[in-house]
């Protein structure tokens, strides 16, 4: 079975502060897909990221970056200098290509509030 | 990238009535499409994969004649919810997949469905 933990339920922090959003995954596939998204008050799901499992390389993109550490089955994301406007829940989510998975298992989401 | 469509974005019903929700793929065509379902505060939840021109596929726990899903072409997918009741108030999000590959998923804007 597939499972995404997102342990962190709640993250508050203040601008300019940088934060971690954690992320471990479970999986019998060899072949699958991590992905993060953002979720405004809106409800609007916002694409930021997705990673193969064959790509471990660390990524980066603005103030964004990410994590991929299969070792540890961990798929981390690191905001840096946060905003207010980065206040949102995010999600870690999963796929794999095999029929009957690959509909996205989500984690539960970590909500990050960013004070002024 | 993509466009997915959803419509409403919002309705409020009475209970007993049925609501249709309707997934779009604008520029691409999409064989297989997601139905996810989003209590307020909680995760996305799978509830059921549209297959074009096949019977939908359902997520245990989700009652098939209550959630009737037609994929009758490959840029559109209906979700009716029928003799909703308060407790089907929720966040319905749609994704389709891309012919880019099994993973390449878009995902809709939301409807947020209210039964009074």
């Known amino acids: 079975a597939q499972k995404v933990t997102q342990a962190q339920t709640e993250i508050s922090v203040v601008e300019k502060e940088d934060v971690t959003l954690d992320c471990v995954y479970e999986?019998?596939?060899?072949?699958?897909?991590l992905f993060w998204y953002k979720q405004p008050p809106s409800g609007e799901l916002v694409f930021l990221i997705r990673r193969n499992s064959f790509d471990e390389q660390n990524e980066i993109s603005g103030r964004y970056s990410w994590n991929f550490q299969k070792s540890t089955s961990s798929f981390n994301f690191t905001i840096t200098a946060s905003q207010v406007v980065d206040s949102a829940v995010y999600f870690c989510?999963?796929?794999?290509?095999?029929?009957?998975?690959?509909?996205?298992?989500f984690g539960s989401g970590t909500r990050l509030q960013v004070q002024p | 990238g993509a466009v997915v469509s959803q419509h409403p974005s919002r309705v409020i019903c009475k209970s007993g009535t049925s609501v249709k929700i309707e997934c779009r793929s604008l520029?691409?065509?999409?064989?297989?499409m997601f139905w996810y379902r989003q209590f307020p505060k909680q995760s996305l939840m799978l509830m059921a994969t549209s297959n074009e021109g096949s019977k939908a596929t359902y997520e245990q726990g989700v009652e098939k004649d209550k959630f009737l899903i037609n994929h009758a072409s490959l840029t559109l997918s209906t979700l009716t919810v029928t003799s909703a009741h308060p407790e089907d108030s929720s966040f319905y999000i749609c994704s389709a997949v891309s012919s880019g590959g099994p993973n390449e998923q878009f995902f809709g804007p939301g409807t947020r469905l209210t039964v009074l």
């Open positions: 520029d691409f065509q999409a064989t297989t």
């Open positions: 989510a999963l796929s794999t290509p095999n029929v009957g998975r690959r509909a996205l298992t």
């Open positions: 999986t019998r596939d060899t072949t699958y897909y």
